[in-house]
Structures are given as structure tokens and as C-alpha cells.
DNA sequence: ACTAGTTATGGAAGCGGTTCCAAATGAAGG
DNA sequence: CCTTCATTTGGAACCGCTTCCATAACTAGT
């Protein structure tokens, strides 16, 4: 491989020259530059990329911290800080984490290690020893559908989301929803049943608490929460499930007992995954894609100067309606 | 942030002592190393991993060059991959290519910018120009589901997978079979359709030339493609599909006719993404996740001495069956 | 006590770039 | 023709680590 010294010699100039020509400096006459220019053509010169983050204290890439990545959330998001990072020419460093302690050892590392400019993170929760540490060491960071206080989030509005999914419902006429959240561990599952518990009020009436179980966001979740609501004997006329996942898990058991969606049950989902539209499954979706793209966006415009933080950035959900809820 | 030579001034010793003792080497005392440890306790050091790399002139991270990455072959890949990069802390580099020309930028860059130390190609046809390029550049390189003959390659045989899904058709007694490929100009395409023909002349049956069509690989190309039969007048009793997707858009439109699957149509998809199992839908699994797996396994196995080639390794597909066959 | 042979340690050189400073060159002005 | 000032250029220093070589310190053998 050949390297600056071996295009400067071939050139008969300097190594300072040939950087200069590299990285556009105006301060090289026409014809050195001409020649510089063709000495790297027949070395087929390209620059180390490593030995230029080194010097130049930056490695042109930003990294992406993401928890399972399959689901279709990520993966959307994932696509909008593509599309950006390669317009600017960044690379994307992909840590994901499968379990908790990949977290822990990651945002330990990823600040200090430096081996990326700056660092999107994806749904996961930062804790205020993270958080502190990334500020210390002055790496920008940027948390999309995560919030914390002193760190510059992007955050989909899930009360409202859910609040959309439920209003629809009672609009439609029903009064007895089931209500299949997610764990409260997650904050979205508790904004969400904030969401929902408001549309039942501002509707004047009391939703069933008997109706409401939380279970994991997949598709066994829901069919085991919608298997653990009807042996308890219940029979909601309506479902808001907290995922399209759930949804269709629930759908799934309801097809064992016979009854039928739309017919004898609306059912909402979240998310707006690609089977939804497919099933004609009533869902809330979250402009994922923009978010990304967004995230991306703002960091790489504010790596000179770490983004500031002025309160959350956050995203309306907007309500997808299809065939499950009978429209 | 603390600099090698910060550690070994406090330590009191020199920095080849503190590299030593970072790197495991046995030629360190247990006092000087105890103090070493402390030191870098106390500064929280971590080395700087650009650095190292130029030091090393290894990045500890791997490439992965994929096309569009929303397609659940990719990701179920990508899974593989990452599970066994992590396992051997390497990172992931993530090569997107949503356009022609970007694939090319990245071909002809990463072999000697010298990002990562090795790279995995999903899908993407390699020239022999730019496989050259790796060789000399002795970047090790793998390609999954793709093959060139002087590049190390996983693949599945997918006249084999086309052979099991004609078979099964052919063995519900079905002689009219239609076939929704995808273009030519994928090689996964003309081996399929080699698979199809051979299935059918096992058989000692013809496969009707008026039956085959081929569109893209996703929804709608399925759905396009089954109208154009449908318009010629093509009447099948069964359709092998080349992805799930066109299966799905095949059915879609089939929908709009009155014709009901499996009741008056047999259909046979080919990737089994999560919606196939969903749907019930007979279709041919790769072993996708073992495919990145091995894949990143045998990179990495192969850093040092650039992989050899001993011709494709090739995985066998199979068939799952399920409702769309009416079994 | 002295030598030979290990083991431990310091630190310079090198990885391949960028950047800055000083020197050289050239242009313009008197 | 000589100054002055701007432009162009070469190359040393540096980015933060590893590695290797030379030296120091210690052990053991005679």
C-alpha cells in the first residue's frame, strides 16, 4: 500500500503539499498539483483512514447503539441515519446489544475508546452515570425514542399515540376495551396507559381495570395477555393492543375461540409494522425513518459544538385506520 | 482524556511498561504491574482504540456491505454476523448500499482505506475488478449469498430450494403450476428456474412456458406478475413464488378475483420471513442466521493468513410447510 | 565474589496522516 | 534593482499507541 511519503517522493514535493492538495487547500500552485495529482493516480494513493482519524481527531463515523435489531422500529430509524450519514460521508458503527451487560460495557467503552465522532442511541435507557460520562467527555450523543434530561432526545409523544388509538375506539362506540400494554418497566408503556386512561375520561366514562394486562411488546405476549384476559372471564367488544405484534397475537387467539375481527372485535395496533398494512390492522404510526434521519442530522451538525439541550424533540404519532376496527 | 504517558508518569514507570501490562504480557512484575493497574484505576484510562489500530494495523472491526437493509434476509444475516463479532469484541462497520453508484464508491474505498480488517458482502454481485483489488490489498473478504470464483463464498443452492418447492406442488398432484420468479438478471433467479425445470422433468411432466413470469422480488412485483398471467389467461392450480413477498402480492390479487388459497390455489413462497409463518405459508427457510454466523466465524478464523478458497460453501434450504398447500 | 543467564524495564522509533512554522519564491511597488 | 508582502513549499512535530532494542536488575552457578 502506498502511503503520503511514496506520493511525495514520486511528485517530487513534500508530504505537507500532497496533504494539501488532499484535503483542498487552496495554498498549492496548478501545476504542483497537477503533478501531486498524478503520482496518486499511479500509486492508486488513498489515505489511511485510521492514521488520519489519529490525526486529525476525528474518524468520520458515528456509531448507532440499538438493542436487538430486528424489530422493525430500529430498523426504520436505522435507515434514516443512513440515508444522512452517507450523504455527509460517514460511516456507521453498529454496536448492538442483545443483553444488558453488552449495554453497560458499551456506553463504558464507546465515550473514551473513540473510535466514532458521535453516538445515536436507540430506544435504550441511559442512566445519569452514562449520561455524565458521555458530557465528560465531550461526546455528542443523541437519544431517539429514549429521554433524558441533560441529553438531547427525540422522543415520539406515546400518551398521545395511545390516546388516538382509544378515542378511536369510543368513537366507533365501544365502552368495554381491553387494553394489552406493554411492561411498565418501559416508559412508553406508562405513557401510554396515561394516553389511554385520558381519551376514557375526557369521554366522560371509566375504563375496566379488569380489562387492562401488560405483557412482553411480541406476538406471544399478546396472545398470552388476550388467553390470560379471557379466562378471567372478560369480553372487551374492543382491543388496543400496545404493539402490531401484540395485536396480531391476540387476533391469533381470538381466532381459536371464534370470533372474528373486525365482526366481533375492533382491534388497534402500534407501530405500523409491515404486516399491518397487509393484515388491514387498524395501528398508530411513528415517523421512524424521519426520526433517524433527524438524529443523524443534528448530530453531525452539531459535532463541532456538542448539541445543546433544550427539552426533548417530540414526534405526534398519527393514527392509521384500516379493516380491524371496521371502517 | 489520559494519554498512555499519563499512566505511566503516575505510575512512575515507562509507557512500554504500561502497554505491557494492557496487553497481558508476562514480562511485567506483580508490583509494577499492580501499580500500573492503579494508576490507570484512577485516571479511568482507556486506550484509545484509533491509535491502537494505527499502532496494531488491526481495527478489531469487521465490514459488512449489504444492499437495502430493510429485507429480512439481510438482518436475520446480520443477526449471525454480530452475535459472533461481539463474541470476539470486534465491531461492525455497516456498508448500506441503496444506490448502484454507492456500492461502487464502497468497493473501490474499503479495501484500501483500511477502515476494518475484513469484510462480508451480503447479496451483492463482485466484479472481478474489484475482487482483484481485495486480493492485492490482501483485505479478507467473504461473501454470503453471492459467489465469485476466486472470493470465499456461502451460498445457498437455490435450484435446489426451487427443486423442493416444485416437487411439493408436483406431489399434491398438481400439473399447472405457475411461476413467479424473480428477474434474470439475479443469479438466485436462473437457478431456480433451473431447479423448477428439473423437477418437473423428474416428474416426466412439461412446465408450461405460458406459466412463467418474473418481476422483482417484492410485493408488488407479485402481484404485478400474477395479474399478468391472469390477463394472458393462464389458469395454474398452484404457484411457486421466488420470495414470500411476491407470494403475499400473488395472493393479494388473487383476492380480488374470488379465487381462495388454498381451497381453489396452491402457493408456495421462498424465504420464510416472519409474516410467512403468520399467514401460513408453505414456503423454502435458508439458513440465514447460520450463514452470517459462519460467515463472520470464518473471517475472523482467517485474518491472519487471508482466507483460502476452496470453492463455494453451500448451504441446502428446506421446506416448510404449511397451510398455502392445503396440507 | 564474580560471571553468565534470565527477567524486567525505559524509551526511541514507527504506524500514516495533518498542521504549523520557517524558508523560499514570486509579484508588486518605489 | 531593491524592498515588502503575499503565496507556495518543505519538513519537523505531533496524534496515542505498540514494539523492539538496549540496559538494568536480579538469580543462580562456580
Known amino acids: 500500500m502506498a502511503t503520503i511519503y511514496d506520493v511525495a517522493k514520486k511528485a517530487g514535493v513534500g508530504v505537507g503539499t ?24 499511479e500509486l492508486d494513493y488513498q489515505p489511511h483512514a485510521v492514521a488520519r482519524s489519529l490525526a486529525t481527531r476525528r474518524t468520520n463515523s458515528i456509531g448507532v447503539l440499538v438493542p436487538f435489531f430486528t424489530r422493525h422500529f430500529f430498523i426504520e430509524v436505522l435507515r434514516g441515519i443512513q440515508d444522512v450519514a452517507h450523504r455527509t460521508d460517514q460511516g456507521i458503527f453498529l454496536y448492538n446489544v442483545q443483553k444488558h451487560d453488552q449495554k453497560e460495557t458499551y456506553l463504558a467503552r464507546i465515550p473514551v475508546e473513540r473510535r466514532v465522532d458521535g453516538l445515536i442511541v436507540i430506544t435504550l435507557r441511559i442512566r445519569d452515570g452514562h449520561a455524565a460520562k458521555f458530557q465528560k467527555g465531550k461526546l455528542p450523543v443523541i437519544l431517539v425514542d429514549s429521554y433524558h434530561p441533560i441529553l438531547p432526545s427525540l422522543v415520539v409523544d406515546n400518551a398521545y399515540g395511545a390516546k ?5 375506539l369510543l368513537g366507533l362506540g365501544h365502552q368495554k376495551i381491553a387494553f394489552l400494554n406493554g411492561l411498565m418497566r418501559y416508559h ?14 375526557q369521554s366522560g366514562l371509566q375504563p375496566d381495570p379488569k380489562l387492562v394486562v401488560e405483557t412482553e411488546f411480541d406476538r406471544s405476549g399478546g396472545k398470552q395477555g388476550m388467553a390470560f384476559l379471557w379466562e378471567r372471564g372478560a369480553r372487551p367488544t374492543a382491543i388496543f393492543a400496545a404493539s402490531d405484534l ?14 372474528r375481527v373486525p365482526e366481533d372485535m375492533a382491534i388497534v395496533g402500534y407501530d405500523d409494522i409491515e404486516m399491518a398494512e397487509l393484515l388491514g390492522l387498524t395501528t398508530i404510526r411513528q415517523p421512524m425513518y424521519t426520526m433517524g ?35
Open 18 to 41: 500532497v496533504s494539501r492538495v488532499l484535503n483542498a487547500n487552496v495554498h498549492v500552485s496548478p501545476q504542483t498539483r497537477e503533478r501531486v495529482l498524478l503520482a496518486i493516480e
Open 246 to 259: 401484540q395485536a396480531i397475537g391476540a387476533i391469533e387467539f381470538l381466532k381459536t375461540k371464534g370470533v
Open 293 to 327: 434521519a433527524e438524529a443523524a442530522e443534528r448530530l453531525l451538525g452539531g459535532l463541532e459544538p456538542p448539541p445543546t439541550t433544550e427539552g426533548p424533540r417530540v414526534y405526534r404519532p398519527e393514527l392509521v385506520i384500516r379493516e380491524s376496527t371496521g371502517c
Open 188 to 201: 412508553a408503556s406508562r405513557a401510554r396507559k396515561d394516553g389511554f386512561e385520558e381519551a376514557y375520561s
Open 164 to 168: 388516538l388509538a382509544t378515542e378511536h
